[in-house]
């Protein structure tokens, strides 16, 4: 325990020093400076970022406890980001860079009005506060409890542990974001991502040595012989992920989150140039591909290696690393775990701070007044969400259905709501502000009925996705009966360089494609049918990819004049004319 504690500590005091001292000449007290790091990151920082925002221990305990439990039906989560942070890529970030945007709600209120950005603000900073924030929290605790025994140690309750942890968490997490600003949370990222990667292909690795009695092959076999139906992602109708929702809410979910959630897009807004933003759009996109090997795959090995014994689910991969990993490894690896809380929180925390103080308390001050007391609004106001997120984070772990379900079915009363008035402000140039906000309200409120008192016989990502139809028919309808006076149109800041990345389009559609061979590869035409893959499965995963590859090119010749008419419309500007 000794030596895991002290690989532990000295892991994450190092990553702590890297990430101040490579920020240190990064202003703390403007707007730019703190918020976005001075408008200053480039692909390789975009791309960490991105993904450790998003990889935290809630997805390590949730998504292993899932398949351990059901299948691989939830890789959809992960596999998906690729085609919508294509998306994210080509069409909003280009508009986010050339608009100049801190956050998402300056957007809504150019679009709309001032009641439409704060209005979306509060949704925000509400659906941080009792789900995004405190389930980070509670996932960290659930690993740290796990591992250290910190009942055991302390002679504590299990709650009581969760709690402790809960506290320690979030007090060094609001060091990060309060005292360091985006940029330290962003430097933190691209170290801690690289741990994490390696730790967490360590832990499939080690785990197929131990099923496998010392031999990484036969542990690969007889994982996939133990339980092949489990490599199933093609979600039924009773699992947790059914397949259909991807055509419906699962899609628009995972849209929102990888291009409207503040959270996530802040690190695409910090872009020092478009070229670099859609380079770390698309290399995120790459990333999450291989994200189940190190999120999934436990859960294989688990169900290999305990059998179905285990009820805590919640418990599975924190309990699998103990047993399977050499202890100096373990602490490393845990530090890696902790850092990609702390990014996942401190990030989360940076943008609530970002929202409060930028959109809410800058515009109900009735007078000009210096960033730095925005800035310094904005931390007391991220101290306050800090303490209420911790006390709400130990109630988690009284949740029925899984950590990750859990975290996805709160979440619909944020993130579709949203989605669909960005959505509709980019495409529809006449809808009125009031139908936004109309949209807005009915669509949380009705979430909430049709799926906690009605409760329809319908996955919430159908009621989401039968909401957002709802709601865009109904913006559309008053875009021709009320109209705003004018069209919309989108102006140039001339925040930074918005010349796009000369191959985005290739790299799309090699990433759409390669997405589209996981599917086949993990289901019952491929690795999941009796007998596992064979030359049919190479034949199909062939065709699938040839098949993406040319609907890609024949997308990038109908889009791509419409889109040069984006890029030609007063983009063209000498480099010292940027703001800097």
């Not at 795959?297 to 699998?320: M, Q």
Request: with cysteine; proline share 4%.
């Amino acid at each position: 325990m000794a030596l895991i504690l002290t690989s532990f500590i000295g892991c994450t005091l190092l990553v702590l020093a890297f990430a101040f001292y490579r920020s240190r000449k990064v202003s703390k007290t403007t707007s730019d400076g703190f918020f976005l790091g001075g408008r200053s990151l480039t692909c390789g920082v975009i791309g960490a970022g991105l993904l450790l925002c998003n990889l935290s221990a809630t997805h390590f305990v949730g998504m292993t406890g899932d398949v351990y439990v059901t299948n691989m039906s939830t890789i959809g989560w992960e596999v998906s980001a690729a085609i919508c942070l294509v998306i994210v890529a080509l069409f909003l970030l280009p508009r986010y860079l050339k608009q100049g945007i801190t956050t998402i709600p300056d957007f809504l209120e150019e679009r709309y009005d001032r009641g439409t950005k704060i209005l979306v603000s509060i949704i925000f900073i509400l659906g941080y506060l009792f789900n995004m924030l405190p389930i980070t929290l509670y996932a960290g605790s659930v690993t740290l409890n796990q591992i250290f025994n910190i009942p055991g140690l302390f002679g504590l309750s299990y709650e009581a542990g969760v709690w402790v942890l809960v506290i320690a968490i979030g007090i060094i997490g609001c060091v990060y974001a309060l005292f360091g600003g985006l940029k330290v949370v962003a430097v933190a990222d691209t170290f801690n991502g690289l741990l994490l990667v390696i730790g967490g292909l360590l832990v499939p690795i080690f785990g197929l040595l131990a099923i496998g009695d010392g031999n990484i092959g036969t542990g690969l076999v007889n994982m996939v012989n133990n339980a092949p139906l489990k490599l199933n992602s093609i979600g039924s109708k009773s699992d947790l992920l059914p397949f259909a929702t991807t055509f419906t809410g699962m899609g628009l979910v995972v849209l929102y989150f990888w291009g409207t959630d503040q959270a996530i897009i802040q690190r695409g807004l910090a872009a020092v140039s478009l070229k670099e933003g859609q380079k770390g759009v698309i290399f995120a996109g790459t990333l999450k591909l291989i994200t189940p090997l190190v999120l999934m795959v436990p859960g294989l090995i688990a169900f290999a290696y305990y059998g179905s014994g285990i009820s805590n689910r919640d418990i599975i991969y924190p309990k699998l690393v103990n047993d399977v990993m050499p202890l100096p490894l373990v602490g490393i690896f845990v530090a890696a775990m902790f850092g990609a809380v702390l990014s996942t929180f401190s990030g989360v925390l940076n943008s609530t701070i970002t929202l409060f103080a930028v959109n809410i308390y800058k515009p109900f001050c009735k007078k000009e007044i210096p960033e730095q007391q925005v800035v310094t609004a904005g931390k007391r106001f991220g101290l306050i969400i800090a303490l209420l997120s911790m006390v709400v984070a130990p109630f988690i772990m009284y949740a029925p259905q899984g950590l990750y379900t859990h975290l996805q079915t709160i979440n619909g009363f944020t993130n579709v709501p949203i989605l669909t008035v960005i959505v509709m402000g980019y495409l529809n140039k006449r809808a009125p502000a009031f139908a936004a906000k109309i949209s807005l309200v009915f669509f949380v409120s009705m979430y909430g009925i049709l799926l906690f008192l009605v409760k329809l016989p319908l996955h919430y990502l159908h009621i989401s996705a039968i909401l957002f139809v709802i709601c865009c028919t109904f913006m559309y309808i008053c875009s021709k009966v009320k109209p705003r006076k004018t069209d919309f149109v989108l102006k140039n800041s001339q925040v930074v360089n918005i010349q796009p990345w000369k191959y985005r389009y290739e790299a799309s559609i090699i990433l759409v494609a390669a997405m589209a061979c996981v599917y086949i590869l993990l289901s019952k035409a491929g690795l999941a049918k009796e007998g596992g893959a064979d030359g049919i499965t190479v034949i199909w995963i062939l065709v699938a990819f040839g098949t993406t590859a040319i609907l890609g090119f024949i997308v990038k010749k109908i889009v791509t004049p419409w889109e040069m008419r984006f890029y030609d419309s007063g983009t063209v500007i000498k480099e010292e004319s940027y703001v800097k």
